[in-house]
């Protein structure tokens, strides 16, 4: 190793994993200095893979070490994730931990970064994903020439933190919002379907633009982290046109507003008007017409991600920018989570969901007939 970066430790190596490859990229701003875990073999083998030492307890990590990515469940996933986090602020090192926490504790991990004089980011990982930073980008160009008129937003319960942040990131805040009441299938409707709808509705407003969530508010307790529709998908509209992240991992969508222009009233055929928006193409992808693959997205995407708030706060420590100023809008986000968590009630248990053919688009088209018109039901 040659030591000229800073040095940082791991904590976690469940989704630290991700941290842990995005430390390892030549593009890091740092140097992996050691993992510190509970010491299972899983662990142990990756301290192996990366060369570095395993710590079981936050009093071996060196002092030296300028960093540590805290990659634990907090209290609201029924872990210690804050609780360590404090630790190692109290010995001097800077912070960078991956969401959610509850208000409570963010609020005290804020207060121990103050008090130690050391930097503490949260870290909701998807805002830094290549094609959510394009969203975002494009979405802040859009509204600079353009005003929001709705926002339609699909995600999983696990991410709607995640989510009000891309929102809060695109639209530069997220007040002021309110929330109406859930939409639900009445019952008699409920008696036709087959199975319990994916997604609950709720209809709100957020950074003064009308907005409808949709969430998928259940889950396997024996597999959390699984079984999820999608991440993210998100809709900005406007007078002239819709962006559209279309899944949390691309592509992103570009759609101009059907309008039909006043010469086509005079036109022999529809098509002859000379308006120049009729040129535009009615969708076009900003950036990669397709998504990645799974093997890229964990390989490559999440770990270019993790560097992206790895260099974040390695600016804050160069800087000495005071944790308080990103922690209010991390606060903020909280508490919005919360009300709209609130909002769609407690999360559907269901156990021991099949197992999911994923099929690739192909298998829609190659050699799949025809129907055409007048098909039976």
Not at 99 to 122: F, G, I, K, M, N
Not at 155 to 160: E, G, I, K, N, R
Request: glycine share 10%.
């Amino acid at each position: 190793m040659s030591g000229e970066r800073p040095r940082i430790v791991v904590a976690g190596t469940k989704f630290g994993r991700v941290y842990l490859a995005g430390v390892a990229r030549p593009d890091s701003p740092y140097e992996l200095a050691g993992v510190l875990a509970r010491g299972g073999e899983r662990s142990a083998r990756i301290a192996r893979h990366y060369g570095v030492p395993l710590f079981t307890e936050p009093e071996q990590v060196p002092k030296d070490v300028e960093a540590c990515c805290v990659v634990v469940g907090a209290g609201i996933n029924g872990g210690p994730g804050a609780r360590l986090a404090g630790q190692l602020m109290a010995r001097g090192h800077h912070i960078l931990q991956e969401h959610p926490l509850h208000t409570r504790e963010l609020t005290d991990c804020l207060r121990t970064a103050r008090e130690h004089r050391v930097v503490y980011r949260l870290n909701s990982h998807y805002v830094h994903v290549e094609p959510v930073r394009r969203f975002i980008a494009a979405a802040r160009r859009l509204l600079a020439e353009q005003r929001a008129l709705h926002i339609d937003a699909v995600c999983a319960f696990q991410v709607l933190y995640t989510l009000f942040d891309i929102l809060g990131r695109a639209l530069r805040g997220v007040r002021p919002w309110a929330f109406g009441r859930t939409a639900d299938l009445p019952p008699e409707l409920a008696d036709l379907a087959g199975s319990p709808p994916v997604y609950r509705s709720l209809d709100g407003v957020i950074a003064g633009v009308p907005c409808t969530l949709r969430l998928q508010n259940d889950m396997d307790p024996a597999d959390p982290d699984n079984n999820i529709h999608l991440f993210h998908r998100i809709t900005l509209y406007t007078e002239g046109g819709h962006l559209t992240l279309l899944n949390t991992h691309g592509p992103v969508m570009w759609s101009p507003r059907p309008y039909m222009p006043d010469d086509m009233r005079t036109t022999v055929r529809m098509e002859e008007s000379q308006a120049a928006h009729f040129g535009h193409l009615s969708a076009e992808p900003l950036g990669p017409g397709t998504g990645p693959d799974h093997t890229r997205i964990l390989g490559e995407l999440w770990p270019e991600a993790a560097v992206g708030a790895l260099r974040a706060l390695r600016e804050d420590i160069e800087s000495g920018t005071d944790p308080g100023r990103d922690g209010q809008y991390h606060l903020t986000l909280s508490r919005l989570t919360r009300e709209a968590a609130d909002r769609f009630g407690p999360v559907r248990l269901h156990r021991d969901p099949p197992t999911p053919r994923v099929l690739p688009a192909a298998a829609l088209t190659a050699g799949a007939p025809d129907p055409g018109p007048g098909g039976r039901p």
